[in-house]
C-alpha cells in the first residue's frame, strides 16, 4: 500500500473485554513501531520489530499487553482484559531500517481506543 | 520518561509572521526530529538534523541544532493557517534501542 494502514480506526469497548489492533507497515519496512498517545499528551513507545523479532519490550505497560509481527510485515497489539486507563491513540510506524540509522517513522492515523 | 520538552505548549500567532518552537533533551543523541500531527491522528516527518548538523533547511522550515545546550529549535517562516498543528520534536539516542522518544508537543494555531 501508500502508506502504513491501521485498523480499526475507532474502537469502543467494554471494561475487561480483550481487544486487537492491525497495523500494516510499508511494504519492504522492515521496522515497525508501536506508540500508545493518551489525551493532551506525547506519545508513549510501547514496543518495536526489526522484522519478526521484538528485542524490547521494556515499553509495554503490562502484562496485560503483547504484540506479534508475522510475515515480517503485519503487527497486532492484543490488550487483555482492557482497563479504562487503556483509553487512547495506538499509534504504529514503520520505517526501512531501525532509527538508529537516521531513518524517519511512517506513522499510520491510529486507531483510537476507547474503553467504557 | 520524556527525553524532549518543546516550549512554549501553545503558541498562536497571526498568518504571515514567523513560528519558532524549542526543544531541549536530556542524553546525548544519534539525531533528532520533527514531526508535525494533525487532528490528534497520525504524525508526518518534517525534518531531522543529525548530531554532527547545526542547522538544517525544508521549504519555510529552519531547525537549529545546540548539541552543548542539548537543545533545537524549528522555525516556519511566513506562517499560514494551514501550519495549525502540534509539532512535536524527537530523539534517537545511542543505546535507546532504536527508539525514538518523543516530547509533548506544542500546539500551534494560526490565525488567518
Known sequence: GAGVSQSPSNKVTEKGKDVELRCDPISGHTALYWYRQSLGQGLEFLIYFQGNSAPDKSGLPSDRFSAERTGGSVSTLTIQRTQQEDSAVYLCASSPRLTGKNEKLFFGSGTQLSVL | ?112
Open chain 2, 1 to 112: 520518561s520524556q527525553q524532549g520538552e518543546e516550549d512554549p505548549q501553545a503558541l498562536s500567532i497571526q498568518e504571515g509572521e514567523n513560528a519558532t518552537m524549542n526543544c531541549s533533551y536530556k542524553t546525548s543523541i544519534n539525531n533528532l526530529q520533527w514531526y508535525r500531527q494533525n487532528s490528534g491522528r497520525g504524525l508526518v516527518h518534517l525534518i531531522l538534523i543529525r548530531s554532527n548538523e547545526r542547522e538544517k533547511h525544508s521549504g519555510r522550515l529552519r531547525v537549529t541544532l545546540d548539541t552543548s545546550k542539548k537543545s533545537s529549535s524549528l522555525l516556519i517562516t511566513a506562517s499560514r493557517a494551514a501550519d495549525t498543528a502540534s509539532y512535536f520534536c524527537a530523539t534517537d539516542a545511542p543505546g535507546a534501542n532504536s527508539k525514538l522518544t518523543f516530547g509533548k508537543g506544542i500546539t500551534l494555531s494560526v490565525r488567518p
